[in-house]
């Protein structure tokens, strides 16, 4: 069991990248779905997470507006479409399955292992 998160990159400040989030011996539909970021020296925070049962979303104050998650249970993916980047949003990024929608570590059960992102003119 576990996810895998791909999409990161490095990228210039204002330009976009869509993570990827997919389940491996997990199906996501059966889970809520939120997405982290640990930048170097920091702890790990809540960025946004997606319910399971009416694909309700949730997002922290300073990603509302830019980031947009997102579910396609047919291909079992969870997804973290993220504009407008500046270097603050440098971190890894992990995905991370739950019972239910939250913005604390300790709710998720499962975790992938990151994806990088670098933000970087």
């Known amino acids: 069991v576990q996810l895998v998160e791909s999409g990161g990159g490095l990228v210039q400040p204002g330009d976009s990248l869509r993570l990827s989030c997919v389940g491996s011996g997990l199906t996501l539909a059966n889970y809520a779905i939120g997405w982290f970021r640990q930048a170097p020296g920091k702890e790990r925070e809540g960025l946004s997470c997606?319910?399971?049962?009416?694909?309700?979303?949730y997002y922290r104050d300073f990603v509302k507006g830019r980031f947009t998650i997102s579910r396609n249970n047919a291909k079992n993916m969870v997804y973290l479409q993220m504009n407008s980047l500046n270097p603050g949003d440098t971190a890894i990024y992990y995905c991370?399955?739950?019972?239910?929608?939250?913005?604390?570590?300790?709710?998720?059960?499962?975790w992938g292992l990151g994806t990088q992102v670098t933000v970087s003119s």
């Open positions: 997606i319910s399971t049962t009416d694909g309700k979303t």
């Open positions: 991370a399955a739950s019972e239910i929608c939250g913005f604390g570590v300790t709710l998720y059960d499962y």
